[in-house]
T-cell receptor
Framework: GAVVSQHPSRVICKSGTSVKIECRSL??????MFWYRQFPKQSLMLMAT?????????EQGVEKDKFLINHASLTLSTLTVTSAHPEDSSFYIC???????????FGEGSWLTVV | GNSVTQMEGPVTLSEEAFLTINCTYT??????LFWYVQYPGEGLQLLLK?????DKGSNKGFEATYRKETTSFHLEKGSVQVSDSAVYFCALSDRAGNQFYFGTGTSLTVIP
């Protein structure tokens, strides 16, 4: 079946640095990818919709200059957390789909810890 | 607009008990419905889905039936196991799959 791969699965970075998370669709082309953030014991919060070849669409309250999203190809979207702060520590999940039987598939998620 | 309302947790059951997690939705048109599961420390996995009314999705002993008349997609399992302990998310997507809506998630703990 369709697989979405996310990397890295865990990352620790220093406050003030930037960190990039990759999301790849391994066996299908994804014109649209989604980025979510999950706080402990809470549901998923949609951060932005990433469209191949165009600018991402951010949800209200999400800082586009802080969470840079690039969707350069049909199989890769990246989320860069710039100038990270400890409050950015969270679980970030990407998803892709819509073309594969109308199903959304999720990456494994990335645990970001900012120290 | 589209939305998903999911039974609040947490839910604690004994092993081999019957499980029901309620999910109702509001949608325009004919959405697809999904259940996703998140095991501790892991990402989301698709558990089952249904794409049209009266479809039944099933996987790993779990079942859910797309009920258009009651706008529901309740998750059921006849006999839960400790390994079923996880958070379960009900979700809806529009026909194109471009909009995706999650319920708030229901945490399930199964005790031996």
């Amino acid at each position: 079946g369709a697989v979405v791969s996310q990397h890295p699965s865990r990352v620790i970075c220093k406050s003030g640095t930037s960190v990039k998370i990759e999301c790849r669709s391994l066996d299908f082309q994804a014109t649209t990818m989604f980025w979510y953030r999950q706080f402990p014991k809470q549901s998923l919060m949609l951060m932005a919709t990433s469209n191949e070849g165009s600018k991402a669409t951010y949800e209200q309250g999400v800082e586009k200059d802080k969470f840079l999203i690039n969707h350069a190809s049909l199989t890769l979207s990246t989320l860069t957390v710039t100038s990270a702060h400890p409050e950015d520590s969270s679980f970030y999940i990407c998803s892709a789909g819509g073309q594969v039987g109308n199903t959304i598939y999720f990456g494994e998620g990335s645990w970001l810890t900012v120290v | 607009g589209n939305s998903v309302t999911q039974m609040e947790g947490p839910v604690t059951l004994s092993e081999e008990a019957f499980l029901t997690i309620n999910c109702t939705y509001t949608a325009t048109g004919y959405p697809s419905l999904f259940w996703y599961v998140q095991y501790p420390g892991e990402g989301l996995q698709l558990l089952l889905k249904a794409t049209k009314a009266d479809d039944k999705g099933s996987n790993k002993g779990f079942e859910a039936t797309y009920r258009k008349e009651t706008t529901s997609f309740h998750l059921e399992k006849g006999s839960v196991q400790v390994s079923d302990s996880a958070v379960y998310f009900c979700a809806l997507s529009d026909r194109a799959g471009n909009q995706f809506y999650f319920g708030t998630g229901t945490s399930l703990t199964v005790i031996p």
